[in-house]
């Protein structure tokens, strides 16, 4: 790191300005709402944390008060293969952080704690954790070593004007996210009032087997996951990009592994896809669609498939086993194609304006952090 700085800016470790480093609570994850929110890696790992899928816990009082998250609040993981992910606290959820994420207190006095979130979101973080990983079969990091990480601080205006400017093409992606989230929610409801809830009788009910080839996505280690290229798609969603792609067009997935068994993910075009990951590729000689079979896994519960106990599966035999009703008809499913198509066509124009507000932000986020862009505040 260069030790040519901006008037007024200086050189600070991640402890120093911190008021408060925790580790999370333990507890087993609950779908009732038995307590408050309670945040893991898994929910940390995707682009954005979606409260509505992060499960509760049962925790006391006094216990509520020394875990609950606040606006603000960075959460790192500190073991395995998403060691230093991290996500600053900008909702206010009723929340608590379980045990295998640290929690850093920015002190408001000296630093904004979202310019220092996106300290934490630069190369510069990540070849520092990947320093510390080193080539560990089990990755992991404490509390201690995290907080050594040193970066540039600005004066307490400026440091707000960075992550205003960063923020504001946050929450354009965030908005665009919730729109592609409504569109979908929009197809799947029709989808269920049209196949599920209008079914009728004589409607011929197949194995998943039948319809689709289910196969397994391809090992690759995360070691092998680069910055830029194809994107990667593991059982809980994208996980970064590689050299090569398996499939050209977009594919439904279903989660195979760990906690997110049964979730369903579907991939971008031209992607790769891991063995995390079951695959239903659409058979030629079937009379159904991408989008007809899209909707039905996003409308099917496929935890009921889960197999093991210590840990959860879903196996190629499993999931052949789910059923699906196929109308007599095929003008139904085309005439679902069409409609369902403008939205998939909104959603994916939604999704090329994304990812060039990413590459905007991942390209600026560099240079006004070193103070090579300046801003006016």
């Not at 908005?175 to 004589?202: S, V």
């Not at 397994?216 to 994107?231: Q, R």
Request: hydrophobic share 35%; net charge neutral.
């Amino acid at each position: 790191m260069s030790e040519k700085l901006p008037k007024g800016w200086k050189r600070v470790k991640l402890g120093e300005i911190c008021n408060d480093i925790s580790y999370g609570y333990t507890a087993s994850a609950r779908k009732e709402p038995v307590g408050p929110k309670f945040l893991r890696i898994t929910d940390i790992v995707s682009n954005r944390i979606d409260w509505e899928t992060v499960p509760y816990c049962k925790i006391d009082i006094k216990n509520i008060e020394k875990y609950k998250l606040e606006i603000g609040d960075i959460v790192i993981a500190r073991t395995g293969a998403t060691t230093g992910y991290n996500k600053t606290i900008k909702d206010d959820v009723t929340s608590v952080f379980a045990s295998y994420l640290i929690r850093y207190r920015i002190n408001k006095e000296v630093a904004d704690p979202f310019f220092v979130g996106y300290n934490l979101q630069s190369y510069n973080w990540y070849g520092f954790v990947e320093n510390i990983i080193g080539g560990s079969a089990q990755p992991g990091a404490n509390a201690k070593q995290f907080a050594s990480f040193e970066f540039f601080l600005p004066p307490l205006p400026e440091q707000k004007a960075i992550a205003a400017v960063l923020s504001s093409l946050d929450d354009k992606i965030d908005l665009l996210h919730r729109q592609n989230k409504t569109l979908e929610a929009m197809a799947e409801a029709l989808f269920r009032k049209w196949f599920i809830e209008e079914a009728k009788e004589d409607w011929e009910e197949k194995p998943l087997g039948e319809i689709v080839n289910i196969k397994y996505g391809k090992n690759l280690p995360t070691s092998k996951l680069t910055e830029k290229g194809y994107p990667v798609f593991g059982g809980n969603g994208q996980i970064g990009f590689y050299s090569e792609y398996l499939y050209e067009k977009p594919q439904v997935l279903i989660s195979c592994r760990g906690a997110a068994s049964g979730k369903v993910v579907i991939s971008s075009p031209y992607s790769f896809i891991t063995n995390n990951s079951l695959i239903l590729e659409l058979k030629k000689e079937n009379n159904i669609t991408f989008e007809f079979l899209k909707y039905y896994a996003l409308s099917t519960d496929f935890s009921n498939y889960i197999s093991g106990s210590a840990q959860p599966q879903i196996t190629i035999n499993d999931l052949s086993n789910a059923t699906l009703v196929i109308p007599d008809n095929k003008s139904l499913i085309l005439h679902f194609t069409d409609i369902v198509s403008f939205i998939e066509m909104k959603m994916l124009a939604n999704k090329n304006q994304i990812r060039t507000l990413e590459q905007l932000r991942d390209t600026l986020l560099p240079k006004l952090m070193s103070g090579e862009v300046r801003v006016k505040y």
